[in-house]
């Protein structure tokens, strides 16, 4: 018998470029951002079971549910996510037909943090059934997959960055065109720029957990409008990652906080809502202690902010951003993207 299945995948940064992976903008226009993935993950466990069910166990959310193994008994699941890549993966794959398993799964952020971590999970749970059932399926077919079953299946707003970050893992200059055309380049980065970059980062949890429909959804409203100064603003966006692939492949940290200061100021134009006062607030505090640049990571209201900060000056914004209200601390980049692996029975 199959032993118990693991898959892990990175959570990431979007330094540059976020919105302009949303369709319709990216099918007009073409999109492009910068990310890197860090040391937070997502995971799923796949085991057998023997009570003839499958379940579904998210200890971080506190909620666990068992049903009876047929896809239809699957619709009403509160872990919306994991039912809905199950049921595409078993039609796939096994003719629709389910085994007794415990899926388990936990993300280390909070839903909404701005960390990609929903579409992460989504790519933990397509590497994990991708292991399962012998899936033959490439790092774009996860990646493209897990974007469907989120973004078509589930009906659930946003873009198409996440899922590919997640897949892949490192740091990555991505490309979307239409009819769902997406170029993962990743970036041959000097080893002691990255270190350099790596200790100037500082990310801060605003204590709030946002849902970014809202924000998405006025997003890809006015970038149908051709006179919004929105859509402006995402081709500023789209510029900016260009600009901020070459300052990362030439080294230069500093311009890279000036781009990305200027990224902040042209997000926020795109919808209502992506600054509240705290994230303002905690904004301002940074900038008074030492930070040259940020935005917020994801598409705002709240979750995770970043900055780039003088390495000498880290210890400092973290200090003051945690006594603002904050939890501000350093990050670490991977290069690793989807793994997994099979524990023995």
Known sequence: MIGTIRARVPLRLGLAGGGTDLSPYCDRFGGAVLNTTIDRYAYTFIAPSDDGCVRFCAPDLDITESFPLDLGALTPARLRLHAGV????ARTYADGKLTPMIVTSYVEAPAGSGL????????ALVEAFREYYNAPLGPYDVAHLAYEIERIDLALAGGKQDQYAATFGGINFIEFAGQDRVIV??????????NELESSMVVCFTGVSRRSEEIIIEQQRRMMLPADEALDSLHQLKRDALDMKDALLRGQIMRMAEILDRSWQAKQRTAAGISTGLIQRLYDVA???GAIGGK????GGGGFLMFIVPPDRRIQVIRALNDAGGDAEGVRFVAAGAESWIVPA
């Open 185 to 194: 380049n990743p970036l041959r980065v000097n080893p002691a720029v990255m």
């Open 296 to 299: 917020v990571s994801g598409a």
């Open 86 to 89: 199950l049921r595409r993966m």
């Open 116 to 123: 990609g971590s929903s579409s992460a999970l989504v790519v």
């Open 287 to 289: 900038l008074a202690h």
